[in-house]
């Protein structure tokens, strides 16, 4: 009996050190309170979990603030799983986008650091939050902590009722991009809300799940200091859905708690988040929808986010199914930020385009010693700062493309410009209209850095640059759809001198410019560079396009002065016409012939590949015959032909040959008559 009671308190005391104390599990979150515009981390602890326990992380918005989270009203923002005592890894570095245990070690407790730099994501809207963790395995009892936001207390405000609101969150956007939120809160229960916010231009826009927001016609306003500016907002009424599910490969595990947004081809915007299953029902309009899913909190999950949008057609009625994959990374890209005084740059986005397919995306954040990293896969990716966060610090920043490799972590360090100049202006058109809502580039060809920016709803626009000589000019095909020429303005900006005052002018394109690119005996060419060129009033203005199958191409132009040209046709084996000089005043018609180029003279490469003996290798033209000759002085040469033959497919023709020792010779390579 003593000896069944010894056994069965080991076996207890055993069982508690293996598996913990189910149901007395601790969360801590600190700061337990943040303002909308926190940039930092916030640490969470979970303690009492069984040794080397899996755990599950998710933050709710509790649009009550009773605490406590409700199926139906209370909305997942984010999800993450960790393991105690495990940091993900890649190539034997930390992927730093994921959280992890930090302390490393297997103890029933995990201490994680959670990025909460995004200022302008929706987890930054001010009110009622609530972080859970559980147990898959149902090991301990399910353990919630309450969490806020608040509202910044500016002396300005915008306030106002929603009508039809319900478990709805207002938002102020950036009108240029209105994906930049700047402020949010969650509106009351009658659809009231105050909105403390900076001063500036903005444009209002509530969020509610079941609703469409009609952002085409969203309210733009204009916050003065101390102001307080009333507007009241509206839905739109949804008739049909988007439903499916995230994730992480064909037949992979769903990704809950990642913010989904869907614009429509008509202006139309739609938020949501996919639940615990990774499932997203969306309720919309009939028209032609782009998804757009938070690569941040993707990039969280060790997944890719994605380049492109992904397009769905809900004009015929609601659509299900849509399942939506993306890719675990399996490489990491690595490094950190410094300006030109070696200095840490913290708090900036990096964000990586795969050129493989063109299809994902990377994104990460340097912490405060300027690191980061990026989860990818393998192919080569086009890294760079994100040019609105960096500019927002201060800095500029220029593009790298690196070569990743599977189950490895590949270096990439970024140098930085600090700003210290500022550049203001205004873009508009040739009737004296402002041209909103456009991207605008500047490019210092010295240190190969760019900025970009969005003209204002006036058609203002304010670059931060440093000392050096701008090119200045905007999306080539965002003017083209506008009808518009883009200028091409230098503007030599000195170190601390600000500008003011600096004007484009856009030409209407309202002529088209069209012809065929043909050979001598009028065979089509394909994939050519067709551009022009016009100087009017000392502005330079461009505008290009390509031949197409039948080797046509046409393209908008404005009236004026032209000079068209085609861009190098060698390597296509033809010779580069002169350009031509037109003068547009309607439609017009320009075409062109060219003809073959000359044969190219071939080279020839020598080198030693034993004693006494040599090896040649001749490169022309592709299945041509060649004649190798060979003499033994240059003064009243006598050449001896050594070899007469025809170069493989690639143009390439190999020979050795063993001269009589201790004599010179001398090689030449000619077309064989």
């Given at each position: 009996m003593k000896l069944m009671k010894l056994c069965s308190s080991f076996l207890a005391a055993w069982l508690g050190a293996a598996i913990g104390n189910a149901g007395a599990a601790g969360l801590t979150v600190t700061p337990a309170a943040v303002s909308n515009l926190y940039s930092g981390a916030l640490t969470v602890q979970i303690t009492g979990v069984p040794n080397g326990a899996a755990v599950v992380v998710r933050m709710f918005r509790d649009f009550n603030g009773n605490g406590a989270v409700e199926a139906g009203a209370d909305v997942l923002i984010k999800q993450f799983s960790l393991t105690d005592g495990t940091i993900p890894r890649i190539g034997g570095r930390t992927n730093v986008n994921v959280p992890a245990d930090l302390d490393g070690a297997v103890n029933g407790a995990l201490n994680v650091s959670l990025d909460f730099r995004n200022v302008g994501g929706m987890d930054h809207v001010a009110g009622k939050y609530i972080f859970q963790v559980t147990s898959p395995t149902s090991a301990f009892v399910p353990v919630l902590v309450p969490f806020t936001v608040t509202a910044t207390a500016f002396p300005q405000s915008v306030t106002g009722t929603v009508a039809g609101a319900s478990n709805c969150v207002v938002v102020l956007v950036n009108p240029a991009r209105p994906a930049e939120v700047i402020v949010g809160t969650v509106a009351a229960a009658n659809g009231s809300y105050t909105l403390p916010c900076p001063v500036g231009q903005f444009t209002v826009v509530a969020l509610q799940a079941g609703s469409v927001t009609d952002l085409a016609n969203a309210p733009q306003l204009t916050v003065g200091a101390t102001q307080t500016v009333a507007q009241d907002l509206s839905f739109l009424n949804s008739d049909r859905t988007i439903s499916g599910t995230l994730l992480d490969g064909p037949g992979g595990a769903p990704l809950p708690g990642v913010p989904v947004s869907a614009q429509s081809s008509g202006g139309n915007l739609v938020q949501g988040f996919t639940d615990g299953a990774g499932v997203f029902n969306l309720s919309v309009l009939g028209d032609m929808w782009n998804l757009d899913f938070s690569a941040a909190e993707l990039a969280r999950l060790g997944c890719l986010g994605f380049h492109q949008a992904v397009v769905?057609?809900?004009?015929?009625?609601?659509?299900?199914?849509?399942?939506?994959?993306?890719?675990?990374?399996?490489g990491l890209i690595y490094g950190r930020m410094t300006d030109e005084s070696s200095q840490a740059v913290a708090g900036a986005y990096i964000t990586g385009l795969d050129l493989t397919l063109y299809t994902y995306a990377?994104?990460?954040?340097?912490?405060?010693?300027?690191?980061?990293?990026?989860?990818?896969?393998?192919?080569?990716?086009?890294?760079?700062?994100?040019?609105?966060?960096?500019?927002?610090?201060?800095?500029?920043?220029?593009?790298?493309?690196?070569?990743?490799?599977?189950?490895?972590?590949?270096?990439?360090?970024?140098?930085?410009?600090?700003?210290?100049?500022?550049?203001?202006?205004?873009?508009?058109?040739?009737g004296g209209f402002p041209v909103?809502?456009?991207?605008?580039?500047?490019?210092?060809?010295?240190?190969?850095?760019?900025?970009?920016?969005?003209?204002?709803?006036?058609?203002?626009?304010?670059?931060?640059?440093?000392?050096?000589?701008?090119?200045?000019?905007?999306?080539?095909?965002?003017?083209?759809?506008?009808?518009?020429?883009?200028?091409r303005l230098t503007v030599a900006v000195q170190e601390n001198v600000n500008q003011n005052g600096v004007e484009l002018f856009f030409q209407r394109s309202t002529f088209t410019?069209?012809?065929?690119?043909?050979?001598?005996?009028?065979?089509?060419?394909?994939?050519?560079?067709?551009?022009?060129?016009?100087?009017?009033?000392?502005?330079?203005?461009q505008t290009s396009g390509f031949t197409i199958n039948d080797g046509t191409y046409s393209f908008r132009v404005a009236p004026g002065n032209w000079q068209f040209s085609l861009s190098s046709l060698t390597d296509q084996g033809y010779q580069n016409p002169a350009p031509q000089d037109v003068v547009v005043a309607g439609d017009t018609v320009v075409n062109w012939s060219v003809t073959n180029a000359p044969p190219q003279p071939p080279t020839l490469a020598i080198r030693a590949v034993a004693a006494g003996r040599f090896e040649l290798t001749l490169t022309g033209q592709a299945n041509t015959q060649y004649t190798i000759d060979y003499a033994g002085n240059l003064t009243n040469a006598v050449w001896t032909t050594l070899l007469t033959n025809s170069t493989d497919p690639a143009g390439v023709l190999v020979q050795e040959d063993t001269p009589v020792a201790g004599l010179p010779r001398f090689y030449r390579a000619r077309l064989t008559p």
């Amino acid at each position: 009996m003593k000896l069944m009671k010894l056994c069965s308190s080991f076996l207890a005391a055993w069982l508690g050190a293996a598996i913990g104390n189910a149901g007395a599990a601790g969360l801590t979150v600190t700061p337990a309170a943040v303002s909308n515009l926190y940039s930092g981390a916030l640490t969470v602890q979970i303690t009492g979990v069984p040794n080397g326990a899996a755990v599950v992380v998710r933050m709710f918005r509790d649009f009550n603030g009773n605490g406590a989270v409700e199926a139906g009203a209370d909305v997942l923002i984010k999800q993450f799983s960790l393991t105690d005592g495990t940091i993900p890894r890649i190539g034997g570095r930390t992927n730093v986008n994921v959280p992890a245990d930090l302390d490393g070690a297997v103890n029933g407790a995990l201490n994680v650091s959670l990025d909460f730099r995004n200022v302008g994501g929706m987890d930054h809207v001010a009110g009622k939050y609530i972080f859970q963790v559980t147990s898959p395995t149902s090991a301990f009892v399910p353990v919630l902590v309450p969490f806020t936001v608040t509202a910044t207390a500016f002396p300005q405000s915008v306030t106002g009722t929603v009508a039809g609101a319900s478990n709805c969150v207002v938002v102020l956007v950036n009108p240029a991009r209105p994906a930049e939120v700047i402020v949010g809160t969650v509106a009351a229960a009658n659809g009231s809300y105050t909105l403390p916010c900076p001063v500036g231009q903005f444009t209002v826009v509530a969020l509610q799940a079941g609703s469409v927001t009609d952002l085409a016609n969203a309210p733009q306003l204009t916050v003065g200091a101390t102001q307080t500016v009333a507007q009241d907002l509206s839905f739109l009424n949804s008739d049909r859905t988007i439903s499916g599910t995230l994730l992480d490969g064909p037949g992979g595990a769903p990704l809950p708690g990642v913010p989904v947004s869907a614009q429509s081809s008509g202006g139309n915007l739609v938020q949501g988040f996919t639940d615990g299953a990774g499932v997203f029902n969306l309720s919309v309009l009939g028209d032609m929808w782009n998804l757009d899913f938070s690569a941040a909190e993707l990039a969280r999950l060790g997944c890719l986010g994605f380049h492109q949008a992904v397009v769905v057609d809900a004009r015929a009625g609601s659509v299900a199914g849509s399942d939506v994959t993306t890719l675990r990374a399996t490489g990491l890209i690595y490094g950190r930020m410094t300006d030109e005084s070696s200095q840490a740059v913290a708090g900036a986005y990096i964000t990586g385009l795969d050129l493989t397919l063109y299809t994902y995306a990377a994104f990460g954040t340097t912490d405060a010693n300027g690191n980061y990293t990026l989860g990818v896969t393998e192919g080569d990716w086009f890294v760079e700062p994100r040019a609105d966060r960096l500019g927002a610090l201060g800095y500029l920043g220029r593009t790298a493309v690196v070569t990743a490799t599977a189950a490895a972590a590949t270096a990439q360090d970024h140098n930085v410009r600090r700003v210290t100049a500022v550049v203001k202006g205004r873009l508009v058109d040739d009737g004296g209209f402002p041209v909103p809502a456009l991207t605008l580039v500047a490019t210092e060809t010295t240190f190969n850095l760019r900025k970009q920016v969005v003209s204002g709803p006036d058609g203002t626009f304010e670059f931060g640059l440093f000392g050096g000589s701008w090119s200045v000019t905007c999306d080539e095909f965002e003017a083209e759809m506008r009808g518009l020429l883009a200028p091409r303005l230098t503007v030599a900006v000195q170190e601390n001198v600000n500008q003011n005052g600096v004007e484009l002018f856009f030409q209407r394109s309202t002529f088209t410019i069209s012809g065929t690119v043909t050979n001598a005996t009028g065979v089509p060419i394909t994939s050519i560079y067709v551009s022009g060129s016009m100087n009017a009033g000392g502005t330079n203005y461009q505008t290009s396009g390509f031949t197409i199958n039948d080797g046509t191409y046409s393209f908008r132009v404005a009236p004026g002065n032209w000079q068209f040209s085609l861009s190098s046709l060698t390597d296509q084996g033809y010779q580069n016409p002169a350009p031509q000089d037109v003068v547009v005043a309607g439609d017009t018609v320009v075409n062109w012939s060219v003809t073959n180029a000359p044969p190219q003279p071939p080279t020839l490469a020598i080198r030693a590949v034993a004693a006494g003996r040599f090896e040649l290798t001749l490169t022309g033209q592709a299945n041509t015959q060649y004649t190798i000759d060979y003499a033994g002085n240059l003064t009243n040469a006598v050449w001896t032909t050594l070899l007469t033959n025809s170069t493989d497919p690639a143009g390439v023709l190999v020979q050795e040959d063993t001269p009589v020792a201790g004599l010179p010779r001398f090689y030449r390579a000619r077309l064989t008559p």
